[in-house]
């Protein structure tokens, strides 16, 4: 498989994983690698050779600019890009299944297998073919017999694992300086010989020590397990949260107290309207599936229990903004301050804002939305895809371009997501034009609640009560 001249990668897929991962490897790897991401999205990568990219993640920018056009490539010319790389990661969507068997819990592979078959279909030579997406395990086993039933004779592919362990806001400090790199491959001599390809790739810029390989199997159940167990912690305390407002008690007294634990230390602990994002409930559910197709009901119980609490989270803050304001919303105006599923960046999959606004809106509230980074247009269609009566968004949601316009004349203001720029908003002029008792829910214990009690407003805070 060694070629002349720099190692030739490619990456199908686009998105927020492919994008920001080959960028880096670009970045660090310099003459020593081509690096060529593809996607049949045209105004995809028409915005990745743009200088308006199609994310937003701190740092990106900088990063795609110093790279792009020397080693860095942006194409919907799949064909070719297969034909060149020596290295091809893969790294499409994989939703939850919204039908057949499975449903509401497996992952959808489809784009996964389209990937193994185009690659079958252009391959010219031998290739090493990564898992880059989030699978589900046993994938690997999938690619290879459909790449190898597809193939010529004189071709051959092997299969590695390389999951992604990034959080969106702060990919690219992840990728430059990650906890670990984990690599799985089989355990043959060919296995061996392909994991140690990429390994030299991370080792550009990655201590050898941090690079971990295992295989296959266990590379990709360990992202699940990652996935899992952070959602579980978050699921933990703001169950803590439920109990700390039902006794007087503080949740962020108690995550701190407990978070001195060494044995259990401070990350994941803050309380909050809810988890989200494209990867935590995906793979919980995923590892529900997993686990019932095993005949492990019990495990499955128990990991389905960490997304119930985090639906019963979303409930519980929205049927709280409706019993605080005189146990109707209906026609009020309520203004929600972050759409995001976390600060730093735009990505709203699964985001608890959506879930939140739903809610309301089946109350038939009126909601004025702002976030510095989602698009009017996303907002809409999150909104429109969860809502019983789509039509009702046009009629009840109206999008705003600054945080003031949201709350003028407002029952209500709902901190959902964690933006820094909430903390320094003028919090007397939003009081000043909001109607009387005027209410702030924080969902993500952001704000100076005494201080905003000082100022006159009614707070409801997320694990607290607040005197």
């Not at 108690?254 to 060494?262: E, H, P, Q, S």
């Not at 009702?392 to 997501?417: F, M, N, Q």
């Amino acid at each position: 498989m060694a070629a002349a001249g720099p190692l030739k990668i490619a990456c199908i897929g686009a998105g927020y994983v492919g994008g920001p991962t080959c960028s880096v490897i670009a970045l660090k790897g310099g003459e020593n690698v081509k690096v060529t991401v593809v996607d049949i999205n045209e105004a995809r990568i028409a915005a990745w050779n743009s200088d308006e990219l199609p994310i937003y993640e701190p740092g990106l920018d900088d990063v795609v600019k110093q790279c792009r056009g020397k080693n860095l490539f942006f194409s919907t010319d799949v064909a070719a890009a297969i034909k060149e790389a020596e290295l091809i990661f893969v790294s499409v969507n994989t939703p939850t299944k919204t039908f057949g068997v499975g449903k509401g819990c497996a992952a959808d592979v489809k784009y996964i297998e389209l990937c193994a078959r185009s690659i079958a279909e252009h391959a010219e030579s031998s290739k090493i073919v990564i898992e880059k997406s989030t699978v589900p395990a046993r994938t690997a086993d999938t690619l290879k017999r459909i790449l190898d039933s597809n193939t010529r004779d004189d071709i051959s592919f092997q299969i590695l694992s390389n999951p992604e362990f990034l959080a969106e806001g702060t990919a690219i400090k992840d990728l430059l300086n990650p906890d670990r790199v984990l690599i799985g491959g089989a355990e043959t001599t060919a296995g061996a010989a392909a994991v140690q390809k990429l390994v030299s790739v991370y080792e550009h810029w990655v201590p050898r020590e941090r690079i971990i390989t295992t295989n296959t199997w266990s590379s990709e159940l360990s992202k699940l397990a990652a996935n899992a167990f952070l959602a579980q912690r978050i699921s933990s305390i703001n169950a803590m949260s439920a109990i700390c407002e039902a006794t007087g008690a503080n949740v962020q007294e108690v995550a701190r107290a407990i978070g001195l634990d060494t044995r259990i230390g401070p990350k994941f602990l803050m309380a909050s309207v809810g988890f989200g994002g494209s990867c935590f409930q995906k793979d919980i559910l995923n590892l529900v599936y997993l686990a019932e197709s095993l005949n492990l009901h019990e495990v499955a119980d128990y990991w389905r229990q960490v997304v119930t609490m985090n639906d019963y989270q979303e409930r519980r803050f929205s049927s709280r903004i409706v019993r605080c304001l005189f146990n109707t919303v209906t026609s009020k105006k309520i203004a929600v301050l972050g759409f995001a599923f976390k600060k730093n960046t735009g990505d709203t999959r699964e985001s608890a804002s959506i879930y939140v606004c739903k809610h309301l809106l089946d109350e038939g509230a009126r909601l004025f939305v702002y976030d510095p980074k989602v698009k009017r247009e996303q907002i809409v269609a999150d909104l429109k895809g969860v809502c019983d009566e789509p039509d009702s968004v046009d009629k009840l949601v109206t999008i705003v371009d600054e945080p003031y316009k949201a709350c003028k004349d407002s029952h209500g203001v709902a901190i959902l997501t964690e933006w820094d720029e909430f903390v320094t908003l003028d919090y007397q002029r939003i009081y000043d034009n909001m109607l009387k008792p005027a209410f702030i829910f924080d969902g993500r214990l952001l704000l100076d609640h005494a201080a905003l009690k000082g100022i006159g407003f009614e707070v409801e805070a997320i694990g607290k009560t607040v005197i």
